[in-house]
């Protein structure tokens, strides 16, 4: 018997229909590859991570907020009030646009300078870009509280990466503002 070689056609090792799973194919056992909990193990401060690795300079800041998801995006997800008072560098954002989830607006720093950005705008999830900024903003529920994650800064024009330049800190502070902003609002 001769042994048969696969046409230029065939599916190759680990693709659909040829018999073979790759290591990270869905049922693989991986941690949330596959699995019925796969939405659970992928949320959205993890694809907030995958996100900003993908960026050159980025640094992300996450911490635990005392207060439901719904409280904390009610300030998050509020671009046109909340998130200039809680975003130590924005003065104002205003929406033009919003369909379903996609969003563009245009924002106006504390020191003058304007972006027009395009993005996502969901529950949970914000992914916001101009030509010269990005924005990213997460949150989960984590029991009675919620984990919240954000990235951003000064993007470098035509390339995936931000300025790193004292972003962290002014993340830090955002975060710090934000639990005031939350704690603020639940006092009667």
Request: proline share 10%; hydrophobic share 40%; net charge positive.
């Amino acid at each position: 018997m001769t042994p048969q070689h696969p046409g230029p056609d065939a599916p190759g090792p680990g693709s659909p229909g040829s018999g073979s799973s790759a290591p990270d194919a869905p049922g693989s056992g991986l941690p949330g590859v596959g699995s019925p909990d796969s939405a659970a193990a992928f949320d959205d401060i993890r694809r907030l991570r995958v996100m900003a690795g993908a960026v050159r300079g980025a640094r992300l800041v996450e911490r635990v907020v005392p207060a439901p998801l719904d409280e904390v995006w009610a300030v998050m997800g509020d671009l046109e009030g909340e998130f200039g008072r809680f975003q130590p560098d924005m003065r104002r954002v205003r929406l033009l646009r919003a369909d379903g989830d996609r969003v563009e607006a245009l924002a106006r720093s504390r020191y003058g300078l304007r972006a027009h950005l395009r993005g996502v705008l969901r529950p949970g999830w914000c992914w916001l870009q101009s030509r010269f900024l990005i924005i990213g903003m997460a949150a989960a529920p984590d029991g009675g509280t919620t984990r919240v994650a954000l990235t951003g800064g000064l993007r470098l024009p035509g390339r995936a990466a931000v300025v790193p330049f004292g972003t962290r800190g002014e993340l830090d502070r955002a975060l710090h503002r934000l639990e005031h902003r939350i704690h603020d609002r639940r006092q009667p």
